[in-house]
């Protein structure tokens, strides 16, 4: 370690905000908030985008949102600054523990920008519960609590710890894919969905129910460049799932 790096070092132990010293990608060093805040796995996807330049990144662990810098010193040295955005936090549903639709607008375009900075396909679906109706007029609203919260254990079963699942009221679910091979990547996890929310649901020690799942897909960037349109597309594809004979998906288009 020269003298110019250690001095760099001690600059960056005395900062207010997060950050780490790389070399070649590999971390060399961190400073206590980083230690105390972060985990250096979960920068691995910063590495992936332009080696200079600012960006927004979530905590998905704390729901903390963070302004990222980052400043190539020369051709091995990286330096990341992470500055917490205290007026920005991820919101869950309370029911169901999923993200809340409140979040859904920022963190979507939050996605949406990297996947333009990086060239990369990423899926929305939207998910209607079909027979979710039936259940809270037979066995009640507790009964359909139980079901809403059943549903969401088993989408996050399904999608990757990279991907979104957010509850956006009722019966409704969007699942945002951050990246994907193609678009037969967004079908294959619409497929995993259905069969895994079609699956019987214990109510009690008598009683058990089923329910479906209607989803449509619209997927960036063949189906639009703005997430309003792509949220639309995918809403409309799932009411034309629901008119072809409910629990399937369709894409749009």
Same mark, same amino acid.
């Not at 039936?134 to 059943?150: P, Y």
């Given at each position: 370690?020269?003298?110019? @790096?250690?001095?760099?070092?001690?600059?960056?132990?005395?900062?207010?905000?997060? !950050?780490?010293?790389?070399? =070649?990608?590999?971390?060399?060093?961190? =400073? &206590?908030?980083?230690?105390?805040?972060?985990?250096?796995?979960?920068?691995?996807?910063?590495?992936?985008?332009?080696?200079?330049?600012?960006?927004?990144?979530? $905590?998905?662990?704390?729901?903390?949102?963070?302004?990222?810098?980052?400043?190539?010193?020369?051709?091995?040295?990286?330096?990341?600054?992470?500055?917490?955005?205290?007026?920005?936090?991820?919101?869950?549903?309370?029911?169901?523990?999923?993200? $809340?639709?409140?979040?859904?607008?920022?963190?979507?375009?939050?996605?949406?920008?990297?996947?333009?900075?990086?060239?990369?396909?990423?899926?929305?679906?939207?998910?209607?519960? &079909?027979?979710?109706?039936?259940?809270?007029?037979?066995?009640? $609203?507790?009964?359909?609590?139980?079901?809403?919260?059943?549903?969401?254990?088993?989408? !996050?079963?399904?999608?990757?710890? =990279?991907?979104?699942?957010?509850?956006?009221?009722?019966?409704?679910?969007?699942?945002?894919?951050?990246?994907?091979?193609?678009?037969? $990547?967004?079908?294959?996890?619409?497929?995993?969905?259905?069969?895994?929310?079609?699956?019987?649901?214990?109510? !009690?020690?008598?009683?058990?129910?089923?329910?479906?799942?209607?989803?449509?897909?619209?997927?960036?960037? !063949?189906?639009? =460049?703005?997430? @309003?349109?792509?949220?639309?597309?995918? &809403? @409309?594809?799932?009411?034309?799932?629901?008119?072809?004979?409910?629990?399937?998906?369709?894409?749009?288009?």
């Amino acid at each position: 370690m020269d003298q110019g @790096e250690n001095h760099l070092r001690t600059v960056l132990a005395h900062l207010d905000f997060a !950050s780490c010293l790389m070399r =070649n990608d590999t971390v060399v060093f961190v =400073n &206590d908030l980083f230690k105390n805040n972060l985990q250096e796995q979960e920068i691995s996807a910063l590495l992936q985008s332009k080696p200079e330049g600012s960006r927004d990144w979530v $905590h998905k662990a704390t729901g903390t949102y963070y302004s990222v810098k980052r400043i190539s010193l020369d051709k091995e040295l990286r330096v990341l600054f992470f500055i917490e955005r205290k007026e920005v936090r991820l919101v869950t549903d309370p029911l169901t523990g999923l993200l $809340h639709r409140e979040t859904f607008p920022r963190l979507s375009q939050q996605v949406l920008n990297e996947a333009k900075a990086q060239e990369k396909i990423i899926g929305f679906l939207f998910i209607d519960l &079909d027979g979710f109706k039936t259940v809270n007029d037979t066995w009640g $609203h507790d009964s359909g609590d139980l079901v809403l919260r059943e549903t969401a254990v088993r989408i !996050s079963h399904v999608i990757r710890g =990279n991907d979104h699942g957010f509850r956006m009221g009722g019966d409704e679910f969007v699942i945002l894919l951050d990246g994907v091979k193609d678009r037969m $990547h967004s079908c294959l996890v619409a497929r995993r969905l259905i069969s895994a929310i079609s699956e019987p649901i214990v109510l !009690s020690s008598e009683a058990q129910v089923r329910i479906g799942a209607s989803i449509g897909i619209s997927t960036f960037p !063949s189906d639009g =460049n703005e997430v @309003e349109d792509l949220l639309q597309k995918s &809403d @409309e594809a799932m009411y034309r799932a629901k008119k072809l004979g409910k629990n399937s998906y369709q894409l749009h288009g």
